[in-house]
């Protein structure tokens, strides 16, 4: 894979994931610290840093993403504004929508 698709790749990963994070945050009932489409794409951004980072450092899979969840969970707290089980939710609701996009979009691009 050259470098023009890595980048290409991690651009729409950001935008999607952005998108995935910002309807999140319209669902989950209560006001967030960063509820905006620019709120949403910071903490898409630190999302996708973290579990790089987990990747990089931590070679066994399944504790890369055990940790990066943790960490991503502190994360969501701290950027949302949100207690853990809200971080939690917010997760798993943004989970379930980048598994509806990742449906659909596919097909569109």
Request: aromatic fraction near 10%.
């Given at each position: 894979m050259s470098l023009a698709e890595d980048v290409a790749g991690l651009i729409l990963g950001w935008i999607v994931s952005?998108?995935?994070i910002w309807?999140?945050?319209?669902?989950?009932?209560g006001k967030q610290k960063r509820?905006?489409?620019?709120?949403?794409?910071?903490?898409?951004?630190?999302?996708?840093f973290i579990y790089w980072f987990f990747r990089a450092v931590f070679?066994?899979?399944?504790?890369?993403?055990?940790?990066a969840l943790l960490v991503?969970?502190?994360?969501?707290r701290k950027l949302q504004g949100?207690?853990?089980?809200?971080?939690?939710?917010?997760?798993f609701l943004i989970w379930?929508?980048?598994?509806?996009?990742s449906?659909?979009?596919p097909t569109l691009l």
């Open positions: 952005t998108i995935a309807l999140a945050l319209k669902i989950f009932p509820e905006s489409l620019a709120g949403a794409a910071i903490t898409a951004l630190v999302g996708a070679k066994i899979p399944f504790i890369s993403g055990l940790l991503w969970l502190y994360a969501l949100v207690g853990w089980l809200g971080a939690a939710a917010l997760t379930i929508i980048n598994g509806i996009l449906l659909f979009l």
